[in-house]
C-alpha cells in the first residue's frame, strides 16, 4: 500500500515557474515507477511525465517536453516535477500516481493516486 500527498500548487504568471512534490508513505515506494498527470476542466486526465524506480530513466509528454522535469528522491520517499515556462494551458490539477512498471501512459494503468494539487497559469 503507497499513500501519496501531492503539495506546491498555486496562481503563477504566464513565463513563471513552480515545483510540485510528492510525499510517499510506505517502505516500498523506491519498488514502484512514478507519473505526473493532469487534468484540466471538462478535459480527460492526461500524462504529463513518468521517472523509473530508480530514477535513471523518464519519460515525458510532448506537451510539456523541455519545460518540465521529473525527479524523484527516494531517501525521502518524494517526487517532484519542476516546471519551467508555464502557459495557461498548463492549468490543471496535478496528480502523482505510482504504478508497478515503467513508462506506462494510460491513468487506468497506475495503482495508486494523490489527492492533486490545483495549477493555476494566469495574468
Known amino acids: 500500500q503507497v499513500q501519496l500527498v501531492e503539495s506546491g500548487g498555486g496562481l503563477v504568471q504566464p513565463g513563471g515557474s513552480l515545483r510540485l512534490s510528492c510525499a510517499a508513505s510506505?517502505?516500498?515506494?523506491?519498488?514502484?515507477?512514478m507519473g505526473w498527470f493532469r487534468q484540466a476542466p471538462g478535459k480527460e486526465r492526461e500524462f504529463v511525465a513518468v521517472?523509473?524506480?530508480?530514477?535513471?530513466?523518464?519519460y515525458y509528454a510532448d506537451s510539456v517536453k523541455g519545460r518540465f522535469t521529473i525527479s524523484r528522491d527516494n531517501a525521502k520517499n518524494t517526487v517532484y516535477l519542476q516546471m519551467n515556462s508555464l502557459k495557461p494551458e498548463d492549468t490543471a490539477v496535478y496528480y502523482c500516481?505510482?504504478?508497478?512498471?515503467?513508462?506506462?501512459?494510460?491513468?487506468?494503468?497506475?495503482?495508486?493516486w494523490g489527492q492533486g494539487t490545483q495549477v493555476t497559469v494566469s495574468s
Open positions: 510506505g517502505r516500498t515506494f523506491s519498488r514502484y515507477a
Open positions: 500516481a505510482a504504478d508497478t512498471l515503467y513508462g506506462r501512459t494510460q491513468p487506468r494503468e497506475y495503482d495508486y
Open positions: 521517472i523509473s524506480w530508480s530514477g535513471s530513466s523518464t
